[in-house]
């Protein structure tokens, strides 16, 4: 006990299959979100290490819970960067900050409408950006979208017409 | 993640705008799907881990019935109040480990996953779940796991442990050297520990207490001091990771604490089920975890009416009065439940004097949501407690399409400028001038200052073109 096991012979595969199945995926979707890829990493790091930790602890090996779990916890910490951010920009006193980053990947910008389309969607508050995000990236359900937010279906149902107006109004508005 | 549908097509409760939809959707794939992450991804997870892993062995060992306990977990928090997760010097540490009285105590109840027949009542007790099988002998890990898993603490030193009397005990736990004390409280019953409630120094609740039944939404208050005032409220169901709702209260960001009281909406379970309340505050400079009051309660299977976030049919809410020849129905716009991205209207009746109009209505606005209107979810920074209404408001010039509103400076001194009492008063100001078609834009002053509202709102201006 006095010496601990090199990393590889404790490598969980469990942990490896999960990274191999949800990883990339989540990057993407923090990325919609944050606009930033390294931050994306970052943020889905952090999730993939609390989930891991409560597997250790805690039974959680429920197939639908876990990838769940994970998703919840992009989620949140996307908002808490975004957070961080507004809170960074304030201080600094800009005036009305670009809706897109500058560490955004520029090449995947370089088709105008995609760009026009994801600035106006920054436009948007929080909570529906999110739900677009989740409804018409992730392809998640409405009860999906619920859980994964914590917040009721009506709601999801809410956020995702006004949203989903509001974006269309930004579009005509351009 | 693969385009499902195709753009335009069909989907189960599409929303009314196809096209936009299928825009977004194009947009966001065209986005995403060509970024891919740097290969390091699973090596940076598993580093991160293992500066972890070695408490979870301790942990392991201890639950496992390994002899003097104690002295491991007084080297645990030696290590952690080092500042470090020092794997080399907690492996070397437990093989020295000293036998203290702590020991005695602990050595005796060495079961780890083996069933539990004994009862414990789950409704009084926040952590781990009487109904899973994880049991800790001893407090200090159970502490350990209840700041992590539930409170969500990702960096952490556990402080003195308590000994007040045999069956209970408290153990402190701080997120940085310096920080406040979260201090936890743990109860022996059935022969192991379990977490009861824990206290931070700047989160006091008074609504809902300890034990209570609760119906979604609720309604909270207390008294807070956090970074702009905001404290974060979980929902959680024992022994599950994910919340059943959240939400967040707003109480002074400088000190004393504030009050604060708010209403948070969970999903309601299909049978009752023990639930745990968490509150609490997160670092300005990295988004940790500083702080948390926590309890355990009871999550009912009860729907209050409609979703406080709709706040009713907001067009024919109000007492709109009678509009007579000297009265007029006008809008107020408050805030519905949490959401700060709404805004929803009350009717109001004020008196008709035209050129007053707008004085009138924003009086009103001033006065707040009716007692009434608050139980049904609305909510606002108005009133505030500054004096007479009519005092708050020193006077209303519209000029060329910009109402200037001049407010008392005693609502700047009463409010914290957390961003959620200042987007609140914005919005709720500019969206209550704007409804009269005369008004496009709204400079808000105090005390006849611009740049004290701008200061306020920490914002480059004073005046404001949307809501």
Redesign the interface.
């Known amino acids: ?4 096991a090199p ?1 590889e012979q ?2 969980d595969p469990w ?2 299959e999960l ?1 191999r199945s949800h ?3 989540l ?3 923090a ?2 979100l944050v606009d930033d ?1 390294g931050l ?2 970052e943020i ?2 952090d999730a ?2 609390s ?4 597997r ?5 090996d429920d197939e639908q ?1 876990t990838p ?2 994970l998703r ?1 916890a992009v989620m949140n910490g996307a908002r ?2 975004l ?2 951010r ?2 960074r920009r ?2 600094l ?1 800009s ?1 009305e900050p670009p809706p897109i980053a500058p560490g955004a ?1 520029r ?3 370089a ?1 105008a ?2 760009r ?3 600035i106006a ?1 920054h436009r948007l ?4 950006r999110e739900v ?2 989740l409804r ?4 998640l ?2 009860a999906e979208i ?2 994964t ?4 279906a ?2 999801v ?2 956020h ?3 949203g ?2 509001a ?2 109004q930004h ?1 005509e508005a351009e | 993640m693969t385009d499902h549908h195709p753009p335009g097509g069909p989907s189960p409760a599409e929303p009314d705008d196809p096209r936009t939809a299928a825009r977004l959707r194009r947009a966001l794939h065209a986005r995403a799907d060509r970024i891919e992450p740097a290969s390091d991804g699973l090596h940076r997870i598993e580093e991160r881990l293992m500066s972890r892993t070695s408490l979870t062995d301790a942990q392991k060992w201890i639950l496992g019935g390994v002899a003097a306990v104690a002295g491991i977990l007084a080297l645990v928090a030696v290590v952690l109040a080092g500042g470090g997760d020092d794997d080399g010097d907690l492996a070397t540490g437990s093989s020295t480990t000293t036998t203290t009285e702590e020991a005695t105590t602990t050595t005796t109840e060495a079961t780890t996953t083996t069933q539990f027949t004994q009862p414990v009542d789950p409704y009084a007790v926040a952590f781990p779940s009487p109904t899973d099988s994880r049991r800790f002998g001893a407090p200090a890990p159970a502490a350990r796991a209840y700041a992590t898993d539930v409170l969500g603490f990702t960096e952490l030193t556990l402080g003195e442990i308590g000994r007040s009397q045999d069956d209970t005990t408290e153990v402190s736990v701080t997120d940085r050297e310096g920080g406040p004390e979260t201090v936890i409280r743990l109860e022996r019953l059935e022969d192991s520990w379990f977490v009861v409630r824990s206290t931070a120094p700047d989160i006091e609740v008074t609504e809902p207490s300890a034990g209570t039944s609760l119906a979604t939404p609720f309604q909270t208050s207390g008294r807070a001091l956090a970074f702009e005032g905001t404290v974060d409220v979980l929902v959680l169901e024992q022994g599950s990771p994910l919340p059943r709702g959240t939400g967040f209260v707003t109480g002074s960001g400088t000190p004393p604490p504030g009050p604060f009281s708010g209403r948070i909406v969970y999903t309601a379970p299909d049978e009752p089920v023990p639930g745990v309340l968490v509150y609490r505050t997160l670092s300005a400079e990295d988004g940790r975890v500083l702080q948390a009051t926590s309890f355990p309660v009871r999550l009912t299977t009860e729907q209050l009416d409609e979703e406080p976030e709709d706040c009713g049919d907001t067009s024919d809410s109000g007492d709109p009065g009678e509009a007579t020849p000297d009265a007029r129905v006008v809008k107020v716009f408050f805030h519905c439940g949490t959401d700060l991205d709404e805004v929803v209207a009350l009717r109001r009746t004020v008196p008709a004097d035209d050129p007053a109009i707008l004085t009138n209505t924003i009086g009103a606005l001033l006065a707040g949501p009716t007692e009434a209107e608050r139980d049904a979810g609305f909510t606002s920074v108005f009133p505030v407690d500054a004096g007479a209404p009519s005092e708050q408001l020193h006077g209303v010039v519209i000029d060329g399409g910009v109402a200037t509103i001049d407010l008392s400076g005693r609502i700047r001194d009463q409010l914290a400028n957390s961003s959620a009492n200042t987007l609140t008063l914005r919005s709720e100001v500019f969206r209550t001038a704007t409804q009269f078609s005369s008004v496009a834009a709204v400079e808000i002053l105090f005390d006849g200052s611009c740049e004290a509202f701008a200061q306020w709102s920490q914002s480059d201006s004073c005046l404001v073109t949307e809501p």
């Not at chain 1, 937010?149 to 009721?152: A, E, F, K, P, Y």
Request: hydrophobic share 50%; charged share 25%.
């Open positions: 006990m006095a010496t601990m990393i404790r490598a942990l490896v990274y990883y990339r995926d990057v993407r979707l990325a919609l890829r994306a990493e889905v790091q993939f290490v989930v891991a930790r409560r250790m602890q805690v039974a959680l819970a769940a779990y919840s808490s960067a957070r961080r507004a809170v304030r201080h006193r005036v990947d090449e995947a910008l088709d409408e995609t026009h389309v994801l969607l508050p929080t909570r529906q677009l995000v018409y990236y992730a392809d359900t409405e619920a859980t937010l914590g917040i009721s009506g709601s149902k809410t995702a017409h006004r989903l107006a974006l269309a579009l």
